[in-house]
């Protein structure tokens, strides 16, 4: 199945993305081939293959969904160094290392 310039456009622009003619032609090429090669999996006999749905030999373990009362939050902030509004508060690691 080929994929067209056109189509590789209309992608990019409903991901705001831009690129030059260039990219967008090695786009089509290689989604093409990738499409292409997903494709021929279609060619594979998988009569008697048993449907995979996880390769995971667990089952996901779900606990019920029961509202349970909190921490008191004097006691959690408790051994915060430095807080306001219960809030800790942190040196600011973006700007200058000033308080933020």
Known sequence: MKISEEEVRH??????????????????????????????LNEVDTTGVPITTTM????????PDVAEEGTDRDQLFKNVPESKDYYIKVPAILDDGGDA
């Open 11 to 40: 992608v990019a622009t409903l991901s705001k993305l831009s690129f030059s003619d260039e990219e967008t032609a090695e786009f089509a090429t290689t989604l093409t081939k990738i499409v292409d090669m997903v494709e021929l």
């Open 56 to 63: 995971a030999d667990r089952k996901t373990v779900i606990r």
